[in-house]
Structures are given as structure tokens and as C-alpha cells.
């Protein structure tokens, strides 16, 4: 709907950016209550949980996320850009992936050789 000017250039990941910003943050939020509750219960430190990693990745993505709301609301170019279709596909997806690939590589540097 963007050509006849109802939404601004890159709306659609405007919004979905949004959303995985706060989804990012509240998965980072539950994702450490839960590393909490596993160090105490067990003797291994709260950054060696598994869950610790995904945390992380969760604030990475999230901070990529609101880097990419910032991005289209002060830069017209970026959001015409990202507004045809397969780039807006291909930044989202880049923009999911990184939580899981992010606390994949946490939890595998972590790991006692």
C-alpha cells in the first residue's frame, strides 16, 4: 500500500522490527529468570547456563531490531531500501536469526574444553 502513500517507505519492517524488539526483550527477561533459577539449582555459574546465550541473543536481536526502527525513521533512503519485498523478507529474517544463532555461539564458546 506504500505506492499510493498511505504508509511511509519501509513501513512493513518498521512494524515488524518493532515487534521483535519487544519480543526480544521480553524472551531476553524470561530466558535470564530462567538461567537464574538453573544456577541456583545447580553449581555451575549464571553465564555458563544455556539459557544465559539465548538471553543474549534475544538482546542482540532486540538491539538490532530498534537499530533498524532508528534507522528507517531518520533515513529515508534506508527505508526505501528495505521497502520491495525481498529485501524486506531477507532483513527480517537476518533480524530473527540472530537470537538463536547468537546464543548458539554463547553457549559453544562457553563449553569447558
Sequence with gaps: ?????????????????????????????????VAGFRS???ARPLRRQRFFGYALGALFSAAASGLT?????????????VEPTLPAALWVAGLVSLWPVAGHLWNRAQRRP
Design 69 to 81: 526502527v532508528w534507522l528507517i525513521e531518520s533515513s529515508v533512503t534506508f527505508g526505501r531500501w
Design 40 to 42: 541456583r539449582r545447580n
Design 1 to 33: 500500500m506504500s505506492d499510493i502513500g498511505v504508509f511511509p517507505p519501509g513501513a512493513y519492517v518498521f512494524f515488524a522490527a518493532l515487534a521483535m524488539t519487544v519480543v526480544g526483550i521480553a524472551g531476553a527477561a524470561f530466558c535470564l529468570i
